[in-house]
Each structure stands twice: as structure tokens, then as C-alpha cells.
């Protein structure tokens, strides 16, 4: 059965850091962190990929980490220096299959999510 679960999430001042843990089971092509905010879309954030290692939106290369631990199937985002728009319910998303046509930081590219965690950013 595939799960996952995300973990880490909190409130934070600006200029902090957290850092997130998805853990998963079951084997995947793509695991990805997602940011909602409310009354907006699902967006990308940085993920890891089979072969292709990790990939960020540019809104947050330099600042964010992604790291994956396979033996222990978890996939880490190291945040750094955080905005007060970058506060949402912080999701993680899995694809079994390459999709190599979709982009990876858009929600259809994935067909498994958690429940998310909450992210909070205080100015």
C-alpha cells in the first residue's frame, strides 16, 4: 500500500529555517514537496528523481535542499532563510511512472500525495 507521510512543518520568523521529512513506501520514480497556500494552486517546490537527481523552482534554488535517504525511503527539504510567502500546507507528492513529458513541478505529474504538513512564516 502506498503512503506518505510528511513531518517537520511549524512557525518560523523570517530569515528562518525548517527543514521537512516525507516519508514513503513503495518504489518510486519521483518524489516531489508541493506548497498550498490558501485559496491558491498547488505549486512545485524541489524534488528528487531516478537518474535525474534533484530539481528546484527557481524561486527557491540556493535556499532550499532536497536529499533523499533511500535505505531509510525518506525524502528531506532543507528550507533556509524563508519568506512569509512561502507559509502553506506543505505536501508530498510520488510518481511510480518516468512522466518524463509532464513537467515535474506541476501537480500532474504525480499520482500520490500526503496529507501535508503546515508551514508557518511570521514576518
Known amino acids: 500500500q502506498v503512503q506518505l507521510v510528511e513531518s517537520g512543518g511549524g512557525s518560523v520568523q523570517a530569515g528562518g529555517s525548517l527543514r521537512l521529512s516525507c516519508a514513503y513506501s513503495?518504489?518510486?520514480?519521483?518524489v516531489a514537496w508541493f506548497r498550498q497556500a490558501p485559496g491558491k494552486e498547488r505549486e512545485g517546490v524541489a524534488g528528487v528523481a531516478r537518474g535525474a537527481g534533484a530539481f528546484y523552482a527557481d524561486s527557491v534554488r540556493g535556499r532550499f535542499t532536497v536529499t533523499q535517504d533511500k535505505a531509510e525511503k525518506t525524502v528531506y527539504l532543507e528550507m533556509t532563510t524563508l519568506k512569509p510567502a512561502e507559509s502553506g500546507m506543505y505536501y508530498c507528492?510520488?510518481?511510480?511512472?518516468?512522466?518524463?513529458?509532464?513537467?515535474?513541478?506541476?501537480?500532474?505529474?504525480?499520482?500520490?500525495w500526503g496529507q501535508g504538513t503546515q508551514v508557518t512564516v511570521s514576518s
Open positions: 513503495g518504489d518510486f520514480y519521483r
Open positions: 507528492g510520488a510518481a511510480s511512472v518516468p512522466m518524463y513529458g509532464l513537467d515535474w513541478l506541476k501537480t500532474a505529474a504525480y499520482e500520490y
